[in-house]
């Protein structure tokens, strides 16, 4: 086994990657090279630097929940199944009661269905019908390399896969983790909005857990957060990314390093803030996918495509209630710059739509602090209303969420907010 040092001098080559390139999130009202360097300078910090509140502890009453629901996980596991979609090979995971109200969860990028592990026994505890798909590209899914991998691409994976699944046209909760959550909010506004919900009942609320703003940081030339100068830096830096990726050595050789035990393990020990999440299952469901064949050209293909339409591009066409639950210590998609200013300002401006809640976890809280998450998450959806989402909210102003999202000391701080506490 190579020793910490020796490992050492690859990680500050795979930060600037991720950096670059992962999450899709950030303008950060400073200049984009100090946001590059401040993307590297995050991982030791703490939420503090953001003003967040600290996290306490979680109550009893949801580590009950998931302590009775483990039993029924363990003699009831989730169904492991395949679905042909578009001559390729699409996995999935199934799980409670087959006359459940079905939910659909959507990964993150790299990751994959099981992420959501411990969503599904709580939810399905609950009742409902819970399903974890694999995107095209990821997990045990079919990763064709001819593929031009896109938001809408998945969308559209989404899409057929709740008409196929739909029972009686019952409509569905979509819940997404990063990208997932931004490709969610994409089949809400471009899909429901247009009639086509209603081949599979249609979307009756969306869960975005720490919603990232596109495919990849190439948002930053489009966003409304990014100045001309940004833009214009920004495009020579990511067509220098685009060039170095292209050459099938150097992508080799990052992609050989990061998709590795040892290196995924570090990273996720970074974004999670429960050590214990970090577990031989998460990461081996993590690598053991990246070592398929046209696993490498998927990352290559994802990281250089079209980061996909912006959140503020389909917000206003989105008519269901949205729960957001975000980690307080999350380094890749934080409350407290860019985009995180956006979803706070939904939140202030429109808490009957938009609702925010707060746990203390990293990128991926309903894996990193699962009882707190659920505590927020079941009492919501037993209150949504049980038919599709009908038009927007009539009162729905954008402009004004995107003037309060560049006034930062007009919103509310996150401790201030009345979210969960804990």
Known sequence: MRSAARRV???????????????????????????LQSSLNQWPCSSQEYGLRKPGRASG??????????????????????????????HYLSLGPEDGKPVLLVHGFGVNGMNFRKTM???????HRVYALDLLGFGRSSKPVGETYSLQLWEEQVVDFCTEFARNKQPWVLGGNSIGGIIVLGVASNFCS?????????????????CAAGMNNKLLLTSYRTTPFEKTFGSLLFSLVDFLLAQE??????????????????LLRKVYVNPEAVDAELVDGIVAPALEEGALRVFVKCLCGDPGIPPEQLISKVGCPV??????????????????????????????QWSLDVVPAGHAPHDDAPEAVHKVLCPWLADLPLEAAGKPLPEFDLEAVLKLSFDPEALESVDNIGKLKL
Request: with cysteine.
């Open 323 to 352: 729960k957001m639950i975000w980690g307080d210590r999350d380094l890749l998609t934080p409350l407290g710059v860019g985009y995180g200013f956006f979803f706070r300002a939904l939140d202030q401006l429109y808490p009957s």
């Open 194 to 210: 247009e009639g086509a919900g209603a081949k599979f009942g249609g979307v009756r609320g969306l869960v975005l857990f720490n």
């Open 9 to 35: 001098p690859w990680q500050p080559a795979l930060l600037v990657l991720l950096a670059l390139c992962l999450p899709p999130w950030a303008s950060r009202q400073r200049n984009f090279a100090s946001c």
């Open 61 to 90: 009453s949801s580590t009950r929940l998931l302590a009775a629901a483990l039993p029924a996980m363990q003699d009831a596991p989730p169904v492991s199944d395949f679905w042909p979609w578009r001559d390729h090979t699409i």
């Open 121 to 127: 026994v709580a939810l399905a505890s609950e009742g």
């Open 249 to 266: 050595f150097v992508a080799q050789w990052g992609f050989s390093k990061l998709a590795t035990k040892e290196t995924v393990s570090d």
